[in-house]
C-alpha cells in the first residue's frame, strides 16, 4: 500500500481536530457504513498505527495496544456503523456520576467529530475510530484503577500500582453492543464501592435541589432551650437526617423529636453523640452539598485503588473513620472501635495479611520512640521504669534496668533494645495480630481504654489500638483455620501471662485504607481528613503536588 506523505497525515489531522472548532455537536449517535467503506477504514486504520508517525497523542500513546487489537486480533471497528459511540460520548459527559471529572475527557470533541463524520473522509473516519477507541481506554483505566498512583499523591500510601489489560478492554466491547456493560463491569464491584456510587447520585440530586440550608453560629444549642435558630436547624435536618420539616408544637423549641435527628446526624459525622449543637456539630452542619460530594468522589477514588479481590474473609481498618470491619461473604461480622496514629506519626495505608497472634506479647520499644520518650524517663527515675515493666536487652544478654548507668547513654548513643514484659501494664495489652511489614505496624490490644469513648481517636505510634481485642482473636483464629481455641481457653491463656504465639493455617487478608466518605444503613457517613490526605488528592485533582 502506498502510503502518503507525513505532510498530507499532517493537515488532515489538522482539518479535522479544526472541525471540533467549527461544527456543533448534534444529536447523532452513530455513523452508518457499507461493508466496502467499513474495509477500506479498517485498512486505514492499520496503515496510520503501522505506519504514521505523527498520530494524535491520545492515540499515539496506545499505538501498540490498538495495534494489536485492529492488526494482530483483527478486530472489528467498534465506534462506526454502532450506537456504541454516542453512548460513550453520553458516559463521558455524565462523569460526574462515576465520582470523576468530565472535564477531564473529550466528549465534547468526541461529539464534534461524531457530527463531521458524514462529511468527512475514510482516512479521517479511521482517526475518529482510533480517537473513540484512545477516549475508551483513558475512561475504563480511571475507572477501574483510578487516575494517580497512590504514592504519588502521598507518600503514607503504600498499595501496589495496578494497570488494566488493555486488550481486553477493547476485545470485551467488540462482544457486546452496550458499552455500559463493559464500562459496569470495570468498575469496583465491591459492595462499598457500589454503595458510594449510589449516594453520589443521591447527592447530586439533592444538589439540583439546591442542597441543604446553613444553621446561624451563635451559642451551644441544648435540649430543651427555646432559640430563634432552631427553625433553621430543623430544616437543615429535615434534608438528611429524617426531622420533620415543621414542628408540632412551638417552632423554637428544641424538643425531643430534634434530638433524635441530631445525634442521628452527629454519628453520620463522627461526633460526640450527645444532642448538644455545639461548634463542632455547627461546622459540620454547614458544610456545603459540594463539599460532601467531593469526599464521596475521593472514596471512590480510593476504592480503585483497592485490589480487585480482597478475600473471602478479610479485616479492613478505616483511619479516618476509626473502625475495623470483619467481612466474611460480602457480610459485615464485627465491627469496633479502633485508635490510629497521631497526625506526626500516621498509620500507613497498605494491605497484608495476618499471619500469627501473640498472647501477652513483648512490646519491643521502636529504636526512636526508646531514645526520645523512654530514656529521660530512665535516666530520672529507672526504678518506675522497671515498676512498668521494662527490661534492656543487648544482644542475647538481658538487663534491670536500674542497674544501667543511664546518665552515659544518650539519643544518639543508644546501645540497648528496650522492650516491656508481658503485664498488665503492657502498652500492647493481652493481645496483638501480626502482619510483618517493614512499617512495623500491627493491630493489638491496650491498656488506654478511656480513649475509646472519644469522637477522634488518633493517638497511637502508627499501630491500631482495638477497643475489643480478644472477642477479635477468636474471630481471627477460627477464619484462619485454627481449631480448639474457645474463649476460655483463650483467657486462660491470658491469665497465665506466658508469651503465646499461634500461627494462623490460612493468613487473614488486612486492609488499611484511608475514607473520609463510606455508606451505612442509615445513610452515607463522614468524617475530618485528620492526616490531609484529601486535601492531597485535591491538589493533585488540581493539577498541584503537596510535599507534606
Same mark, same amino acid.
Given at each position: 500500500?502506498?502510503?502518503?506523505?507525513?505532510?498530507?497525515?499532517?493537515?488532515? @489531522?489538522?482539518?479535522?481536530?479544526?472541525?471540533?472548532?467549527?461544527?456543533?455537536?448534534?444529536?447523532?449517535?452513530?455513523?452508518?457504513?457499507?461493508?466496502?467503506?467499513?474495509?477500506?477504514?479498517?485498512?486505514?486504520?492499520?496503515?496510520?498505527?503501522?505506519?504514521?508517525?505523527?498520530?494524535?497523542?491520545?492515540?499515539?500513546?496506545?499505538?501498540?495496544?490498538?495495534?494489536?487489537?485492529?492488526?494482530?486480533?483483527?478486530?472489528?471497528?467498534?465506534?462506526?456503523?454502532?450506537?456504541?459511540?454516542?453512548?460513550?460520548?453520553?458516559?463521558?459527559?455524565?462523569?460526574?456520576?462515576?465520582?470523576?471529572?468530565?472535564?477531564?475527557? $473529550?466528549?465534547?470533541?468526541?461529539?464534534?467529530? =461524531?457530527?463531521?463524520?458524514?462529511?468527512?473522509?475514510?482516512?479521517?473516519?479511521?482517526?475518529?475510530?482510533?480517537?473513540?477507541?484512545?477516549?475508551?481506554?483513558?475512561?475504563?483505566?480511571?475507572?477501574?484503577?483510578?487516575?494517580?498512583?497512590?504514592?504519588?499523591?502521598?507518600?503514607?500510601?503504600?498499595?501496589? $500500582?495496578?494497570?488494566?489489560?488493555?486488550?481486553?478492554?477493547?476485545?470485551?466491547?467488540?462482544?457486546? *453492543?452496550?458499552?455500559?456493560?463493559?464500562?459496569?463491569?470495570?468498575?469496583?464491584?465491591?459492595?462499598?464501592?457500589?454503595?458510594?456510587?449510589?449516594? =453520589?447520585?443521591?447527592?447530586?440530586?439533592?444538589?439540583? =435541589?439546591?442542597?441543604?440550608?446553613? @444553621?446561624?453560629?451563635?451559642?451551644?444549642?441544648? $435540649?430543651?432551650?427555646?432559640?430563634?435558630?432552631?427553625?433553621?436547624?430543623?430544616?437543615?435536618?429535615?434534608?438528611?437526617?429524617?426531622?420533620?420539616?415543621?414542628?408540632?408544637? !412551638?417552632?423554637?423549641?428544641?424538643?425531643?423529636?430534634?434530638?433524635?435527628?441530631?445525634?442521628?446526624?452527629?454519628?453520620?459525622?463522627?461526633?460526640?453523640?450527645?444532642?448538644?449543637?455545639?461548634?463542632?456539630? %455547627?461546622?459540620?452542619?454547614?458544610?456545603?452539598?459540594?463539599?460532601?460530594?467531593?469526599?464521596?468522589?475521593?472514596?471512590? !477514588?480510593?476504592?480503585?485503588?483497592?485490589?480487585?479481590?480482597?478475600?473471602?474473609?478479610? +479485616? +479492613?481498618?478505616?483511619?479516618?473513620?476509626? !473502625?475495623?470491619?470483619?467481612? *466474611? /461473604?460480602?457480610?459485615?461480622?464485627?465491627?469496633?472501635?479502633? @485508635?490510629?496514629?497521631?497526625?506526626?506519626?500516621?498509620?500507613?495505608?497498605?494491605?497484608?495479611?495476618?499471619?500469627?497472634?501473640?498472647?501477652?506479647?513483648?512490646?519491643?520499644?521502636?529504636?526512636?520512640?526508646?531514645?526520645?520518650?523512654?530514656?529521660?524517663? =530512665?535516666?530520672?527515675?529507672?526504678? *518506675?521504669?522497671?515498676?512498668?515493666?521494662?527490661?534492656?536487652?543487648?544482644?542475647?544478654?538481658?538487663?534491670?534496668?536500674?542497674? @544501667?548507668?543511664?546518665?552515659?547513654?544518650? $539519643?544518639?548513643?543508644?546501645?540497648?533494645?528496650?522492650?516491656?514484659?508481658?503485664?498488665?501494664?503492657?502498652?500492647?495489652?493481652?493481645?496483638?495480630?501480626?502482619?510483618?511489614?517493614?512499617?512495623?505496624?500491627?493491630?493489638?490490644?491496650?491498656?488506654?481504654?478511656?480513649?475509646?469513648?472519644?469522637?477522634?481517636?488518633?493517638?497511637?505510634?502508627?499501630?491500631?489500638?482495638?477497643?475489643?481485642?480478644?472477642? %477479635?482473636?477468636?474471630?481471627?483464629?477460627?477464619?484462619?483455620?485454627?481449631?480448639?481455641?474457645?474463649?476460655?481457653?483463650?483467657?486462660?491463656?491470658?491469665?497465665?501471662?506466658?508469651?503465646?504465639?499461634?500461627?494462623?493455617?490460612?493468613?487473614?487478608?488486612?486492609?488499611?485504607?484511608?475514607?473520609?466518605?463510606?455508606?451505612?444503613?442509615?445513610?452515607?457517613?463522614?468524617?475530618?481528613?485528620?492526616?490531609?490526605?484529601?486535601?492531597? %488528592?485535591?491538589?493533585?485533582? /488540581?493539577?498541584?503536588?503537596?510535599?507534606?
Amino acid at each position: 500500500m502506498r502510503r502518503p506523505c507525513p505532510d498530507l497525515i499532517r493537515k488532515l @489531522v489538522v482539518a479535522l481536530l479544526a472541525l471540533l472548532f467549527v461544527m456543533p455537536a448534534v444529536a447523532q449517535d452513530r455513523v452508518d457504513l457499507s461493508p466496502r467503506d467499513l474495509a477500506v477504514v479498517r485498512i486505514n486504520i492499520i496503515d496510520l498505527l503501522a505506519n504514521e508517525p505523527r498520530l494524535p497523542l491520545p492515540i499515539k500513546q496506545r499505538r501498540d495496544v490498538l495495534r494489536t487489537y485492529y492488526e494482530e486480533q483483527s478486530g472489528e471497528l467498534l465506534w462506526l456503523n454502532s450506537a456504541r459511540a454516542g453512548v460513550m460520548v453520553s458516559r463521558l459527559a455524565n462523569a460526574t456520576d462515576d465520582g470523576l471529572n468530565p472535564d477531564d475527557y $473529550p466528549g465534547q470533541q468526541l461529539a464534534s467529530l =461524531l457530527a463531521a463524520a458524514g462529511e468527512t473522509d475514510k482516512r479521517s473516519l479511521a482517526i475518529i475510530e482510533l480517537y473513540f477507541s484512545a477516549a475508551f481506554l483513558e475512561y475504563a483505566s480511571d475507572l477501574k484503577v483510578g487516575r494517580f498512583l497512590p504514592n504519588k499523591i502521598d507518600p503514607n500510601f503504600f498499595l501496589a $500500582p495496578r494497570t488494566i489489560d488493555e486488550a481486553a478492554a477493547l476485545a470485551g466491547v467488540a462482544k457486546v *453492543a452496550d458499552v455500559e456493560t463493559v464500562l459496569h463491569a470495570w468498575e469496583p464491584q465491591s459492595a462499598e464501592y457500589q454503595a458510594l456510587r449510589k449516594a =453520589l447520585d443521591d447527592y447530586h440530586a439533592l444538589a439540583v =435541589l439546591g442542597g441543604w440550608g446553613t @444553621v446561624p453560629l451563635g451559642d451551644t444549642l441544648k $435540649p430543651g432551650m427555646t432559640d430563634p435558630r432552631i427553625p433553621a436547624l430543623r430544616a437543615r435536618l429535615a434534608v438528611t437526617d429524617g426531622a420533620a420539616a415543621t414542628a408540632p408544637g !412551638e417552632p423554637e423549641f428544641y424538643d425531643d423529636v430534634l434530638v433524635e435527628a441530631v445525634k442521628h446526624f452527629q454519628a453520620r459525622h463522627g461526633l460526640d453523640v450527645d444532642g448538644v449543637v455545639g461548634p463542632a456539630s %455547627l461546622v459540620a452542619m454547614n458544610v456545603p452539598i459540594e463539599d460532601r460530594i467531593e469526599s464521596i468522589d475521593f472514596a471512590m !477514588e480510593r476504592w480503585r485503588w483497592m485490589p480487585d479481590d480482597l478475600g473471602r474473609q478479610y +479485616i +479492613i481498618v478505616n483511619i479516618a473513620g476509626f !473502625e475495623l470491619r470483619r467481612i *466474611a /461473604d460480602g457480610e459485615i461480622k464485627e465491627k469496633m472501635a479502633v @485508635v490510629v496514629g497521631k497526625p506526626y506519626s500516621r498509620t500507613p495505608v497498605f494491605s497484608d495479611a495476618i499471619r500469627y497472634l501473640e498472647f501477652n506479647p513483648y512490646w519491643n520499644v521502636p529504636a526512636g520512640l526508646a531514645a526520645k520518650e523512654e530514656l529521660p524517663k =530512665l535516666q530520672s527515675n529507672p526504678a *518506675a521504669v522497671a515498676a512498668a515493666g521494662f527490661e534492656a536487652l543487648r544482644g542475647k544478654d538481658v538487663y534491670d534496668v536500674r542497674q @544501667v548507668d543511664w546518665a552515659q547513654v544518650t $539519643p544518639s548513643r543508644f546501645p540497648f533494645q528496650l522492650r516491656q514484659k508481658p503485664g498488665t501494664n503492657n502498652a500492647l495489652g493481652r493481645v496483638k495480630f501480626m502482619f510483618p511489614n517493614s512499617h512495623d505496624v500491627y493491630l493489638h490490644d491496650t491498656p488506654s481504654r478511656s480513649l475509646f469513648g472519644r469522637a477522634e481517636r488518633a493517638f497511637s505510634h502508627g499501630c491500631i489500638r482495638l477497643s475489643r481485642p480478644l472477642e %477479635l482473636a477468636d474471630q481471627v483464629l477460627a477464619a484462619g483455620g485454627v481449631d480448639g481455641w474457645s474463649n476460655q481457653r483463650i483467657d486462660s491463656v491470658v491469665a497465665s501471662l506466658k508469651n503465646t504465639v499461634v500461627n494462623l493455617k490460612t493468613p487473614l487478608p488486612v486492609h488499611i485504607t484511608y475514607l473520609t466518605a463510606w455508606v451505612e444503613a442509615d445513610g452515607v457517613h463522614f468524617s475530618s481528613d485528620i492526616y490531609g490526605h484529601d486535601e492531597k %488528592l485535591l491538589a493533585a485533582l /488540581d493539577g498541584k503536588s503537596l510535599a507534606w
